[in-house]
């Protein structure tokens, strides 16, 4: 076998030729979450819980439109995709019964990507646990494995599923993320982290419900894998490595008192029940619980409220029927009765509370538990049996190993987990406009700095001003960075999940068309990735069928860059299909493709309120582009130290160090937007050395790029392109022959 597409050297990825690698990349796509036959977004409940009857086939796109998807982010300049698949969609059917057809569909699927030369890695993704607790990820039946009833959730509030709310359309924003700390999910991670320590009754088929879980959640992905390998045709050339579990959660372990809420716990929205008075209510006990809403300062306490589930419970009744599945549960286990009364946690007859601490320590040693030694231990014995697996298949893949969202990662460094040949996988959202979907310009908070301790008060937190708030994301990222090498070793860091809602201030730029909220927070976290000296980045999220009305088709959520209800245009290279003398687009565009843009329905086109209910493929665009479509290096002859794009001045600088000059085929390249930057009104400046501009042709679609041979030792790089007015692309107000003629000219924004 020749040299790999891409391989680690130490904290950088290189490419055959010595040049490292920037990985510019998304994740694709959300649509993968929910199943395509039936088609159950989140908010569909019909046949919500038939769903062991499901196929996932078609996601995250058919196989005939999959060329048009991966045309259009290359085109975007991106390089790498962040694959998103469930384990629900390989396991569906039950324990070990794979879906050969899903299987074979994603490697067809992998194939087209391949064509388009993108750095792929396989992502197991998971939001709290399971579409039926209100997420994606395990399939239905490790609930009942669990002794879960799914149909008891929505009474007792043991998780809050939009497909199941009275009016899915007034289902509370990010509320679903409060699922973690509701009974579902902190007994489902428990057990599959540590069921052998915690429920040592909970034994299925003659095994302890942890490894029954996770010994069939990595014998999923394992055969995915081995699949993959069989293919002959895909590792190395377009999958480059697995990711581990999507935002593991501890659960309970290490909780220190069940009976409060943690201090720890940053987020709180809607009820806010105590682990003990989940257990309750998931019981069918009723609960007052306090109430919290989340604003500007983070979340504060609005009252309190009565859960009563009215004898209904979240658990599986006595006589439940257990043959479905094929398994044997062990006579030590009783269904109809909470796993943790059983394990003497609290009294069911009394409704008392007897081990406050029950998770705060090892029960069978006494050790200490904290979510330290949670990542330390339990996460870290997973993470490895997980990478053996894969790595018995591919022993060359690399491992990009997910610890539990902003907390410590594991202390690798220096151990025998220290592989050369992993990754650390990354993720950060800016919570307070997340959360709020509203982009403050006056102040944010840095999180990251009040979880590490670094204030004396959270109110030394708060930074004053919109480029204070852009420097405090860049810091932190850089300070995830700098941990990442301190406790994990010397290897790279990708952060594969980072984004923005689109529905900021109540979907006001649906109606009006001004996306500057949305503009100024997307430029603000692509200005923190490139100050933060990571290796690079998979944004959260590209999205086939996001629309105004439902967003990304799950709980809510609209942070797809791409939408139906956004007109999409062409992009600055095809400048010439604006010119009524010109043909009408270039290979880069194909009319079957894209709605075409012409100077008679221009001012229309960029005007009007996009907000249609066509869910035609002409109908689909992105916004705030603007933001995200933006230079970037993707080959550095020599070890990257810095690059920023100045949005507002349209300017990108870029340092680098080089051991030796470049040599003929191997320059240092960079993906530069022709919107931003046509060939014509385009100045270079360079410590030395030549460069060119040209465009790389991948099956028929010409991404511009930079390419320099340049001398051993510093070099810098500056590149100006066309500077405009904040919102002149948006909501063009100038004279109509004027602006048609600064487009013929290549002096207009068209993406």
């Known amino acids: 076998m020749g040299a790999l597409r891409l391989h680690i050297e130490g904290k950088s990825f290189r490419d055959p030729k010595h040049r490292e690698i920037i990985l510019r990349g998304i994740n694709v796509a959300g649509d993968a979450k929910y199943p395509k036959s039936p088609d159950i977004p989140s908010f569909v409940s019909d046949k919500f819980f038939e769903a062991d009857d499901v196929s996932f086939v078609g996601r995250p796109f058919s196989l005939e439109d999959a060329h048009t998807h991966f045309k259009r982010l290359r085109r975007w300049g991106y390089n790498a995709i962040r694959y998103i698949f469930t384990w629900e969609a390989i396991e569906h059917a039950g324990p070990g019964i794979y879906d050969q057809e899903w ?6 699927v992998l194939r087209v990507a391949k064509q388009y030369e993108f750095y792929v890695f396989m992502d197991p993704h998971q939001d709290v646990w399971s579409r039926l607790s209100g997420g994606s990820g395990a399939p239905m039946w490790t609930l009942y494995a669990a002794g879960l009833n799914p149909r008891g959730f929505k009474d007792t509030e043991a998780a809050l599923v939009q497909n199941t709310y009275d009016d899915p359309s007034q289902f509370p924003k990010m509320i679903w993320s409060t699922n973690y700390t509701r009974l579902v999910c902190q007994t489902m991670f428990t057990l599959f982290w540590a069921g052998r320590d915690f429920a040592p009754k909970a034994v299925i088929d003659g095994m302890n419900i942890q490894d029954y879980l996770q010994s069939h959640f990595i014998s999923a992905c394992k055969y995915l894998a081995q699949r993959i390998h069989e293919a ?10 697995w990711e581990s579990m999507n935002e593991p959660h501890r659960g309970l372990v290490g909780v220190q008192d069940i009976s409060v809420v943690p201090a720890e716990q940053q987020l709180q929205l809607g009820t806010s029940p105590t682990a003990f008075q989940a257990m309750l209510t998931g019981a069918g006990r009723a609960c007052e619980e306090t109430t919290w809403a989340f604003g500007g300062f983070g979340p504060h306490q609005t009252g309190r ?13 006595e006589d439940h029927d257990d043959s479905k599945y094929g398994w044997k549960r062990d006579s030590g286990w009783k269904l109809g009765e909470c796993i943790w009364a059983q394990h003497g946690v609290w009294d069911t007859y009394t409704d008392t509370l007897l081990q406050k601490d029950y998770f705060s320590k090892v029960p069978r040693t006494g050790d200490k538990l904290d979510y330290e030694i949670f990542t330390n231990t339990y996460f870290l014995h997973h993470y490895q049996a997980y990478r053996d697996a894969i790595r018995d298949v591919w022993p060359e893949a690399i491992l990009l190993c997910q610890p539990p969202v902003m907390e410590v990662p594991p202390d690798l460094k220096g151990t025998v987990d220290d592989d050369p040949n992993m990754v650390h996988a990354v993720h950060y959202y800016d919570g307070l406009t997340l959360l709020t979907k509203h982009w403050n310009r006056l102040y ?95 944004l959260w999220v590209y999205e086939t069928e996001n629309n105004h ?55 229309q086109a960029l005007t009007s309120p996009s907000i249609s209910s066509d869910s035609s493929p002409q109908s689909k665009g992105y916004r705030a582009a603007e933001a995200y479509i933006r230079p970037s290096p993707i080959y550095v002859s020599g070890s990257l130290r810095s690059h920023v794009f100045d949005l507002r001045n349209c300017t990108f600088t870029m340092k680098l160090t080089a051991k030796t000059a470049t040599s003929t085929d191997a320059p240092t390249e960079i993906y530069l937007p022709d919107f931003h930057f046509p ?6 400046a360079v410590s030395g050395g030549k460069w060119e501009l040209d465009y790389q042709e991948i099956q028929s679609i010409k991404v511009q790029r930079l390419r320099w041979w340049h001398a051993e030792g510093e070099q810098d790089i500056k590149i100006e392109g066309i500077k405009r007015h904040p919102g002149e692309f948006a909501n063009p107000s100038g004279d109509d022959v004027t602006y048609l003629e600064q487009c013929q000219q290549g002096q207009c924004m068209i993406m």
Request: glycine share 8%; hydrophobic share 35%.
């Open 103 to 108: 299987i074979a569909f994603t490697i067809e």
């Open 305 to 317: 409220e009565l859960v009563d589930p009215e004898g209904v419970s979240a658990w599986l009744p």
């Open 444 to 538: 944010n908070v840095d999180v990251i700095g009040v979880l590490r301790g670094k204030y004396w008060a959270p109110a030394f937190a708060v930074k004053i001003g919109e480029t204070a708030i852009r420097n405090c994301l860049r810091d932190q990222l850089k300070f995830l960075r700098d941990e990442s090498l301190n406790y994990m070793g010397n290897h790279p860091l990708l952060f594969t999940e980072i984004g923005i809602p689109y529905d900021m201030d109540d979907k006001h730029a649906y109606q009006t068309g001004d996306y500057s909220s949305q503009t100024s927070a997307m430029d603000a976290n692509h200005f923190a990735l490139e100050g933060s000296t990571s290796n690079g980045f998979t």
């Open 549 to 603: 009305e439902w967003g990304d088709q799950w709980n809510g959520e609209d942070l797809s860059i791409l939408s139906r209800d956004d007109l999409e245009l062409p992009c600055g290279s095809t400048l010439r299909s604006l010119n009524p003398q010109s043909p009408a687009y270039s290979e880069s565009h194909s009319s079957a493709e894209e709605p075409q843009v012409e100077p008679r329905n221009l001012k």
């Open 679 to 684: 060939e014509t009104n385009t100045v270079v």
């Open 232 to 241: 002959g045709d895909l590792e190395h050339e377009v999958v480059i490595g």
